[in-house]
């Protein structure tokens, strides 16, 4: 609790400075509104229902673009690490795709898609597979091989070895995995919706960004 009030007090310097910068007009309101205008705006923005079709969106496209991911994801690291051939084929491709910026997918699923729901799905998809695939390679490919021995000898087929040794050893970097992904999501959604949509969080923010208003600076 100390620990909470001590990392407060400098926020509330901050905010404090801000708004008496901005009453006794030191900046021009206009550019800089004071705090308690801003958190004017944001109880408006919260409590008049505005911005919760633009959540509703935001939220819809990353999280159907991650559950997706996750399936997808989950299966192909698995056949990875259990199939040579699949490793040799797509591990170049991760090592390829993997550090290009998310964003540049963009303007291509827009061309194809439009600026609808599934471009911006299909963008969150192609972002949040790859972590997802990375960590559940390297978690199944490390279970216990002396493990996945004793289920063949015991006379255990491919499927009962995937549900009850491997994905459970693979377990902990799967949600690794996922974690990422889901950071990745919103950055990636938020991202397209800048560029071009009808709704959305990224939607809000372009529309904002072209007054200086209180409102704007919640974006």
Known sequence: MARTLQGSVPVLIVAGLWELTSRLALIDPEHLPPVSAILRAWADLVFSGHILPHLAATLYRALA???????F????GVWMARSRPVERF??????????????????????????????KILVVFIGCMMPVIIHTF????????????????????????LRKVILPAALPAVLSG??????????IVIGAELVASRAGLGEAKTGSMTTCSPRSWLS
């Open 65 to 71: 673009g991650l559950l997706l991911a996750i399936v």
């Open 73 to 76: 994801g989950v299966a192909l």
């Open 90 to 119: 797509v591990d170049p491709l991760i090592t390829l795709t993997y550090p290009l910026p998310k964003v540049a997918i963009i303007p291509l699923t827009m061309l194809w898609f439009g600026i609808g729901h599934l471009a």
């Open 138 to 161: 390297h978690g199944a490919r490390g279970a216990d091989h002396l493990l996945i021995w004793s289920a063949q000898a015991m006379g255990a087929g491919e499927r009962a070895i």
């Open 178 to 187: 996922i974690r990422i992904a889901l950071a990745f999501s919103f950055v």
